[in-house]
């Protein structure tokens, strides 16, 4: 088992023993209703946390994506409540808003040549400033049914018959990865792992997959016969980890951000456009950031100047407790999974438990620096 692995399964069991413990101080943790909560409270830091991975892994920050978050999502609440305008062309507007953000950020990173936590930490100031001056503080509510599907909620989720669809393809999509992996290191000339192993794997991934549809079935409303199923924000959320892993793992521009990250100069010296791949970092970024306003936004059933505050400490906090290492260069996508969850898990316990805010902040924060160290440990 190589050393990424073992750090993914050292951060599993914590969370399945933090999860393990709340439910025992509070016996509701572990309830359908609760974890159904909990991944759609999730699932806004995840989406920003996949891509942030990436960022780090370069060996770059980006402290402005929770005031960005707030700007773009006033900005699209904006146009739709007080301009008239229609859903999707609100949405791209604001997704090219934080185009715009992104690339003058990256290109003062990448071209001109200033350090990328000065940049940010700026636009963490400004655009907080914008999202204030956009709608004049004022809060701007949203009342499209479609767009407000995506926040989750009642009307926000599959329904138990096509979760159990999504949940069967999912894991005949895992098995067909499996297999075609298989496949492509014979063909390589490599040993494949045993079937043992293989089968193993693969019952795992079907256990889980089917498992957590299981459990988001199991929560009904009351009145309600079938099941809540599947909440549109784990999906918009699984989706985007999915396709971030890909490029990651087998694309070029995946292994150009590792080369950065492990050795700048020396992946210019290779011929790498170090430039260019910072910048589209930089895009990418701003895309999923625009993406995690949407459905923050129809979480919120409104835009307001307030989203996203501090939300850039806890992005970085997932990203890292996931094994991303904050030298750059090792890290995978994957394991912002488990510390956006690890994150929020600790948050709704504490909360559920009915401790203060003050107390819940200074756990949170000692999480972060237990993290650090442990990153640095692993890294000796």
């Not at 700026?122 to 995506?150: E, H, M, N």
């Not at 192993?197 to 009145?223: D, K, P, S």
């Not at 996203?308 to 260069?329: D, F, H, Q």
């Not at 559920?352 to 640095?376: E, H, N, P």
Request: glycine share 14%.
């Amino acid at each position: 088992m190589s050393g990424a692995t073992q750090r993914l399964a050292v951060m599993a069991a914590v969370l399945v023993a933090i999860a393990t413990g709340f439910h025992l101080l509070t016996g509701s943790f572990l309830t359908a209703e609760n974890l159904s909560n909990l991944v759609q409270q999730t699932a806004v830091v995840g989406i920003i946390a996949s891509g942030m991975a990436l960022v780090i892994v370069a060996r770059q920050i980006d402290l402005a994506v929770g005031s960005l978050l707030g700007a773009v999502g006033v900005l699209m609440a904006w146009l739709q409540y007080t301009h008239g305008w229609g859903v999707p062309a609100a949405l791209a507007a604001g997704l090219a808003f934080a185009l715009v953000i992104g690339l003058c950020q990256g290109a003062l990173s990448a071209v001109v040549g200033l350090p990328s936590f000065v940049v940010t930490l700026g636009g963490l100031v400004s655009l907080r400033g914008v999202a204030f001056l956009i709608a004049d503080g004022k809060t701007q509510p949203i009342s499209d049914p479609g767009l407000l599907a995506l926040g989750g909620g009642m009307d926000g989720t599959l329904g138990e018959g096509w979760s159990w669809v999504v949940g069967l393809l999912l894991v005949a999509a895992c098995l067909g990865w499996q297999a075609a992996q298989r496949r492509a290191q014979r063909r390589a000339g490599l040993a494949p792992r045993s079937l043992s192993r293989e089968a193993l794997q693969a019952a795992l991934t079907a256990l889980g997959v089917l498992g957590a549809v299981a459990v988001f079935n199991a929560y009904r409303i009351e009145g309600q016969e079938q099941g809540q199923g599947l909440p549109l924000p784990l999906l918009v959320w699984g989706a985007v980890v999915l396709a971030l892993s890909f490029v990651a793992r087998h694309t070029r521009f995946g292994r150009y951000v590792y080369a950065i990250g492990g050795n700048p100069d020396a992946a210019r010296l290779a011929g790498i456009p170090v430039r260019r791949v910072l910048i589209q970092l930089n895009l990418l970024l701003a895309a999923l950031v625009a993406l995690a306003a949407v459905v923050a936004m129809a979480r919120l059933n409104a835009g307001t100047n307030s989203m996203g505050t501090g939300m850039e400490l806890t992005v970085i906090a997932a990203a890292v407790i996931g094994g991303v290492s904050l030298a750059g260069g090792s890290g995978s996508v994957a394991g912002t999974v488990l510390g956006a969850l690890i994150i929020q898990s600790i948050d709704s316990g504490l909360l559920l438990t009915d401790v203060g805010i003050g107390w819940r902040m200074v756990v949170l924060g000692q999480v972060l620096v237990a993290a650090v160290v442990f990153d640095r440990v692993v890294q000796r």
